[in-house]
């Protein structure tokens, strides 16, 4: 698995175009499940405050020997420019880690306006070095104009609700223009696209598993995904998608899919 591809980012850094995720993993299970997915050979972890498990992951990659690509992101609670360093002491104890890879603010929280001052947080955090790259989760085109045209720092990443039935189309064409990376989280739309016949179909077409053919989709669309599985063989299974390609027909058929009412999480508006 050594010739995963990587995208390289704004700020001259690359990462893995495929990672592992661990929202929702409890904290006793999580260093398990990393080190297997360190030993299947992922090449990059996603956590967060808010998924309580940092320490964990910390702890799988010190055991595991190898150093993967670390996200991590700030709390709702914890937003603002003195909290938000604060925070991120704290998430850099847990972690365990020389230094942390990329870091997020998780949600923008529009109503309680301390994004732009998180910003300005996360950006003195580089500065630092004690962060490679700084990025946002959840922030939609006015959310990123506003922080851009704040501070003049673009985000090297927007990690994203995106799956087959919400892709997203328009904000990913904003992050195009603006040299911003699109992560997909819930990949697989929470196993809710894995029944649909034209996934099913190109599953058959390919002797691939529908989850792989949509992983696969968000491959060829140059985003970077983390699906989160719990168990060894899926890890397996999500990291076996770079022996094939989707073709221009396959592509159309999924581009198809898109749905106006496809969000399942939250809305940033509003959340």
Do not use: C
Not at 95 to 110: A, E, Q, R, S, T
Not at 236 to 252: P, Q, Y
């Amino acid at each position: 698995m050594t010739d995963q591809p990587r995208i390289t980012l704004n700020d001259g850094n690359q990462m893995p175009q495929l990672g592992y995720g661990v929202f929702l993993v409890p904290p006793e299970e999580t260093k398990r499940l990393v080190i297997d997915a360190i030993e299947v050979g992922y090449q990059a972890i996603d956590t967060a405050t808010f998924y309580r498990n940092e320490a964990e992951v910390g702890a799988a990659i010190r055991e595991s020997g190898k150093r993967p690509f670390v996200t991590t992101k700030l709390f709702n609670d914890d937003q603002g420019y003195d909290r938000a360093l604060k925070a991120f002491d704290a998430s850099y104890e847990a972690l365990g880690l020389d230094v942390i890879d990329l870091y997020l603010i998780h949600w923008p929280k529009p109503k309680q306006d301390l994004y732009r001052e998180s910003w300005k947080a996360l950006i003195r955090l580089r500065q630092e070095k004690r962060v490679r790259s700084i990025g946002v989760s959840n922030f939609t085109m006015a959310h990123l104009e506003t922080i851009i045209h704040d501070t003049g720092v673009v985000p090297a990443v927007n990690q994203i609700e995106l799956h087959p039935y919400f892709q997203q189309v328009e904000l990913r064409a904003f992050h195009d223009e603006n040299d911003i990376v699109t992560t997909s989280w819930s990949p697989l739309g929470r196993g809710g696209v894995l029944d649909d016949p034209v996934i099913a179909r190109l599953a058959r077409k390919h002797g691939k598993t529908p989850a792989q053919i949509i992983l696969r989709w968000h491959i060829e669309n140059g985003l970077t995904v983390i699906p989160k599985s719990s168990s060894r063989a899926r890890q397996a299974e999500n990291l076996d998608i770079f022996d094939f390609r989707l073709d221009a027909e396959d592509m159309h058929a999924m581009s198809e899919l898109d749905r106006r009412d496809g969000r399942i999480g939250p809305d940033p508006d509003s959340f």
